[in-house]
């Protein structure tokens, strides 16, 4: 599961999980877009922010390793 805050001052939100998590997204996440990934979460995340030409992308060291990131 990842939340993925952007515009200015975080204006949207986007929550990407997978299907198993389908009627707790919808139940306990608000404030933001869901999206049930059909691949890894971090994959559709990715994809979006690519497709939204994002600039600058923060993240959780503790979560997600660079490596990770960068490949």
């Given at each position: 599961m990842l939340l993925?805050?952007?515009?200015q001052r975080g204006q949207r939100c986007t929550f990407f999980t997978d299907g198993r998590y389908t009627q707790q997204?919808?139940?306990e996440v608000s404030g933001a877009r869901v999206?049930?990934?059909k691949r890894?979460?971090?994959m559709e995340a990715c994809d979006a922010a690519?497709?939204?030409q994002v600039k600058i992308l923060g993240f959780?060291?503790?979560?997600?390793?660079?490596i990770t990131f960068s490949s």
């Open positions: 993925v805050v952007s515009g997204a919808a139940e999206v049930i990934a890894p979460a971090l690519v497709k939204g959780e060291a503790e979560q997600l390793q660079y």
